[in-house]
């Protein structure tokens, strides 16, 4: 592409990536390669769940609303007294995924306040 003498700038744009701006000085019968690469944006997601329930994504602990990089991941949700429950997600670049995710009690938890009302 040919481009007049001065100061030019390229914009950088796709979709799940960051834009760049990049600044040249063109001199007049130059010629100059401008590599760039550009950055991912990170997926998030958002785990609605019962309060004290601990997450795990792809086996680290993990507050209710993470960054991520894209692509596949695994979500484990645990807390005393229930079931823990695990989901497999794929995510793509800029996305914000939600998980709502309701905890069954374990039987041993269901068998509780039959257990004290017995005693």
């Known amino acids: 592409m040919s481009v007049r003498t001065g100061d030019h700038t390229v ?8 834009p760049q701006s990049i ?6 019968g130059s010629t100059e ?3 760039a690469t550009l950055e991912p944006k990170p997926a ?3 785990v609605h769940t019962e309060d004290g329930a ?4 792809d086996g680290k602990p993990v507050p209710a609303a993470s960054e991520l990089p894209a692509g596949h991941h ?14 497999e997600v794929e995510i793509g670049r800029g996305e914000t995924r939600t998980l709502d995710v ?12 039959w257990v004290l009302g017995a005693s």
């Open 11 to 18: 914009e950088l744009a796709a979709p799940g990536y960051f």
């Open 23 to 28: 600044k040249r000085h063109v001199v007049e």
């Open 44 to 46: 998030k997601l958002v």
């Open 33 to 35: 390669l401008v590599e």
């Open 102 to 113: 309701a905890l069954e009690a374990t039987a041993k938890r269901r068998a509780v306040p």
């Open 74 to 87: 695994v979500v484990v949700i645990t807390a005393r007294g229930r079931r823990p429950v695990l989901r």
């Open 54 to 57: 601990e997450i795990a994504i």
